[in-house]
C-alpha cells in the first residue's frame, strides 16, 4: 500500500494507491491473514472505510481512544482519523473503503448529514442487524468481484443503501443533534454541510468564521447563527475543535514538539499555540500528551 506525503510522520494511506484508481475497495479480512498486521500500527485513510465485525473482536484505537469490539457490529472511520486496528486470530471481517466523492451525490437529499453516521464510531448489532446489513454486503461484493456494464452505479446505489440502513440502526443512540442532521433538508442544512467540509479541507491555514464566510458568499454573523441552529456549537468552536483534534492526534501518535505542532498548524509561535490549546482543555500540550499516553498505554 503506498504512502501519501504529508508533512506528518503519521502513514497516510490513499485508496487510489491500492485500488487501480477506483474509488471503491471492497474485501474480506481474518485475523490471521498477514494484511491485519499492516493494520496495526497507527495510520490514516483519506477515505471513509466500513468494517462489519461477523465474528471475533477487534481491538481499536481511534484518535487516543480505546473500543474493544465484539462481533457482530460495525466499525465506521472518517478520512483523517488515526487509528489502529488489533483483530483477534478468530476474527472475520468485511471491510469497505471509498471516497467521499464516490457516495456523495448520492446521498445528498437522502440522508441530510450521512458524515454524522460515521461519527457513530461503532454500532452493536443484533443477530437480525447483522443479516440485514450482510444482505447488503453480499450484493455489493458480487458486483464488485463482477466486470458488468454500470457497476459503479450499482455498487453506489447499493452503499448509499447500506450507509442508510446503518443510519436507521444507530440514530436511537446518537447525540440530539445527529438526529437533526438526520431529518432536516433546507438551504440552512447545504450551508453548514458546506461549511463543515471546507472546515475539514482548510483548518490548517484559515482559523477564521470571516475565511468560510467569504468563501460561502455569507455574512460571518449569518454563518454562524446557520451553524449554531444546527449544529448546536457556533462556528469559531466548530474551526476551533478540528484544530485542537489534530494537535491531540500529532501530540499523542507522533513524535513531535509543540514548536513543530504549533507550525503545522500554523500558530503565530509556540506560546500561542500553548495558550489556545490550555484554553480549549484545561491542559498544557505537554500535560495532554503524558497524561494521555499513561492512561491508553
Request: aromatic share 10%; glycine share 4%; proline share 4%.
Amino acid at each position: 500500500m503506498e504512502v501519501a506525503s504529508k508533512p506528518q510522520q503519521i502513514p497516510v494511506y490513499r485508496l487510489e494507491d491500492c485500488a487501480d484508481d477506483f474509488p471503491f475497495l471492497m474485501c474480506r479480512m481474518t485475523g490471521v491473514n498477514p494484511v491485519a498486521e499492516e493494520f496495526a500500527t497507527p495510520h490514516r485513510h483519506t477515505g471513509y472505510s466500513i468494517d462489519i465485525i461477523i465474528k471475533g473482536s477487534i481491538h481499536q484505537s481511534v484518535d487516543f481512544r480505546q473500543h474493544e469490539v465484539t462481533a457482530p457490529a460495525v466499525m465506521l472511520m472518517e478520512p483523517d482519523q488515526v487509528h489502529l486496528h488489533r483483530m483477534s486470530p478468530d476474527c472475520e471481517a468485511i471491510c469497505i473503503y471509498f471516497t467521499e466523492e464516490f457516495l456523495a451525490s448520492e446521498l445528498l437529499g437522502v440522508v441530510s448529514c450521512w458524515r454524522c453516521i460515521f461519527g457513530s464510531g461503532v454500532i452493536p448489532l443484533n443477530e437480525e442487524q447483522l443479516e440485514e446489513l450482510l444482505s447488503y454486503a453480499r450484493m455489493i461484493e458480487r458486483e464488485y468481484e463482477s466486470s458488468r456494464i454500470r457497476r459503479e452505479e450499482i455498487i453506489r446505489n447499493l452503499l448509499n443503501a447500506f450507509i442508510i440502513a446503518c443510519g436507521r440502526i444507530s440514530e436511537p443512540v446518537t447525540r440530539e443533534s445527529d438526529k437533526i442532521w438526520l431529518n432536516v433538508e433546507s438551504s440552512q442544512y447545504n450551508m453548514a454541510r458546506q461549511f463543515k467540509v471546507l472546515v475539514d479541507q482548510h483548518y490548517r491555514v484559515k482559523p477564521q468564521v470571516s475565511d468560510y464566510a467569504e468563501m460561502l458568499f455569507v455574512t460571518p454573523g449569518h454563518l454562524n447563527d446557520t451553524v449554531k441552529a444546527l449544529m448546536g456549537r457556533n462556528a469559531k468552536y466548530v474551526i476551533d475543535e478540528k484544530r485542537i483534534l489534530e494537535a491531540k492526534r500529532l501530540l499523542y501518535w507522533g513524535e513531535h514538539s509543540v514548536k513543530q505542532i504549533a507550525s503545522h498548524l500554523n500558530f503565530e509561535d509556540d506560546a500561542y499555540f500553548n495558550r489556545f490549546f490550555k484554553k480549549h482543555t484545561g491542559q498544557t500540550p505537554a500535560v495532554f500528551q503524558r497524561e494521555s499516553r499513561e492512561k491508553y498505554n
